[in-house]
């Protein structure tokens, strides 16, 4: 009687020791999977920083871009401002008559 109880006790313990040892390889699974979700996202994230820096670069280059583009713009103006005023006041363009008309459309520029 006493021998039967102990077998029944200790196929329990052996059941929960058989449990224990399932949940225990489930936990380092689970651990193994989390730890290359962990790697993926830390790749991931080296990435999209190596991303944000590149496009804050381009950023720079854009702004750069479009400062010279204002001046670009500027210096055309003026330059056909200049090219006008001179088209207009040359000696030869002095009996032109609708003269008055290009030097508002040279002030316009």
């Not at 039967?4 to 200790?10: F, G, H, K, P």
């Not at 854009?62 to 401002?81: D, Y």
Request: charged share 35%.
């Amino acid at each position: 009687m006493e021998r039967d109880a102990l077998n029944t006790e200790l196929e329990e313990s052996q059941t929960m020791v058989d449990a224990l040892k399932r949940d225990k390889k489930h936990l380092r699974d689970e651990i193994g999977r989390k730890d290359e979700q962990l790697a993926l996202s830390s790749s991931n994230t080296a990435q999209l920083e190596e991303k944000l820096e590149r496009a804050w670069s381009m950023e720079e280059v854009v702004v750069k871009l479009e400062s010279i583009a204002g001046r670009l713009e500027r210096n055309c103006k003026s330059r056909a401002h200049a090219q006008l005023y001179a088209l207009v006041t040359t000696p030869r363009c002095r009996n032109w008559r609708p003269v008055e008309p290009a030097f508002a459309l040279a002030r316009g520029l």
